[in-house]
């Protein structure tokens, strides 16, 4: 056994839940990984678990105890990627190529003590690079490193995303692939819009707030330390050879693009709090108490005071709805406001171009044609770069076709032959 020495430069490739399903794709995903070896590339490879048995673990969990602990949850969690690095070395073992698979911890993925959502700190990186400077192939689990408390954590759903990216960073990799089931970044979900266009180029900034708008094809935080270290994103399929889509600081201006793509994301729930009393510090002190329990808040919009009482509605990840709504509650009996009501029928619509820099117009585009076609918005927030509207559930299928096709993103249709 052994790995062809030549070693030019380094590539980290991740490979995400779909890549590595069953065991056809985990053998296709060996042949792939040498191949890369065999060019001459040191490779270090991040897997996530296979298909979809990080939710299979979740459910199991649940069914056994409806609120599991969050340390026991990543105890349970981070064994999904244990399984999918030690199956993908025993099969480049069987092709002749030495391969070493392991856990977060193993290779000093260091990070803070929050369970299920861990930031990582550091990576202690001399164990892998002694393995390759030996010819090895790493395999490193995605999704988990260990906390300074000596626990092992996991860092939010799709992680080994911010895993691959992390690791290309310590180890001043030429470049990070992220393999996955479709072509690249689109203008839209290509599974929820068929007309979606495959986007050569996009922006660290444009991914950013695609991704936080819900596109789930990119970790968030993945994003952001890219970003920050100006780290070359390769996004494109396991199944084909095409080249995908390059997430870079400055794409090219091949064309003039105000939006680049649309997002939904159906699952937020929205949270009002009654009667809150309108004095200065009491939005500073509702969203302290929230953020301190851990809840991550979206869009806020405060209605116009009353009798110098107001009611604020923000919305939240549904999967925290319950958490929030108990949080609420205690905070509204602190400061003395009233009812707290919820609404799950919510859908989050966002459009998102580097172009509304310099363009106007496009969230009053956005505004009229929701209106053309009878969909109410009932909250709306932007940022320099996107607009965002919250729809009814029902309409948030409708509002992503419509929206598409307003900023025509959707994909030129083929001319028939003559
Ligand atoms: P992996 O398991 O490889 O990490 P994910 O399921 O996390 O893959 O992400 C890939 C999925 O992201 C695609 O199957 C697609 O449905 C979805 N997706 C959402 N928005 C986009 C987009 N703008 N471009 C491409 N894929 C998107
Ligand atoms: N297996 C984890 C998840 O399903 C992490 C990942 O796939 O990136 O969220
Ligand atoms: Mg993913």
Do not use: W
């Amino acid at each position: 056994m052994g790995l062809k020495k030549v070693n030019k430069s380094l590539v980290v490739q991740k490979y995400g839940g779909s890549s590595v399903a069953d065991q056809e794709a985990i053998e296709k995903v060996a042949e792939k990984v040498i191949s890369s070896a065999r060019s001459g590339q040191k490779v270090v490879v991040v897997v996530s678990a296979m298909g979809k048995s990080t939710d299979e673990l979740i459910k199991l969990a649940k069914e056994i105890n409806p609120e599991p602990s969050e340390r026991e949850m990543d105890m349970l969690v981070s064994t999904g990627e244990q399984v999918s690095s030690s199956l993908l070395a025993m099969a480049i073992h069987k092709r002749g190529f030495d391969a070493l698979s392991f856990t977060g911890p193993q290779v000093g993925i260091i990070t803070d003590t929050y369970h299920t959502q861990a930031k990582i700190l550091k990576i202690e990186t001399d164990r892998i690079k002694k393995q390759l400077e030996k010819g090895k192939i790493i395999i490193v689990a995605g999704f988990q490193g260990v906390s300074t408390a000596l626990e092992i954590t996991t860092l939010g759903r799709g992680g080994s995303d911010l895993s691959a990216v992390a690791l290309a960073v310590s180890l001043n990799a030429q470049l990070c692939e992220i393999y996955t089931d479709v072509e690249g970044i689109y203008t839209t979900d290509p599974r929820k819009v068929k007309s979606a266009r495959k986007l050569p180029f996009i922006a660290f900034d444009e991914m950013l707030e695609l991704a936080s708008s819900g596109a789930q094809v990119m970790h968030t935080r993945a994003i952001e330390v890219a970003k920050k270290f100006n780290l070359k994103l390769h996004v494109r399929s396991s199944f084909s050879k095409k080249e995908g889509t390059i997430i870079m600081e400055k794409p090219p201006l091949i064309e003039e693009v105000i939006v680049r793509g649309v997002t939904l994301a159906e699952d937020e729930a929205k949270v009002t709090l009654c009667d809150v009393p309108d004095r200065p510090g009491i939005a500073a002190f509702v969203f302290d108490q929230l953020a301190q329990s851990g809840i991550n808040i979206d869009m806020i919009v405060q209605n116009v005071s009353r009798r110098k009482m107001t009611d604020i509605s923000f919305t939240v990840d549904e999967n925290k709805l319950k958490k929030t709504i108990s949080k609420t509650k205690e905070i509204s009996e602190n400061i003395g406001a009233g009812r707290v009501i919820s609404n799950k029928n919510i859908a989050k619509i966002s459009v998102v171009g580097i172009g509304m820099r310099s363009h106007s117009g496009v969230a009053a585009r956005c505004f009229s044609v929701l209106a053309k076609n009878k969909i109410n918005i009932d909250m709306i927030s932007t940022s320099e770069i996107s607009i965002s509207c919250l729809v009814k559930k029902e309409s948030g299928k409708k509002a992503l076709r419509i929206l598409h096709k307003e900023f025509k993103l959707d994909k030129k249709k083929k001319r028939g032959k003559r």
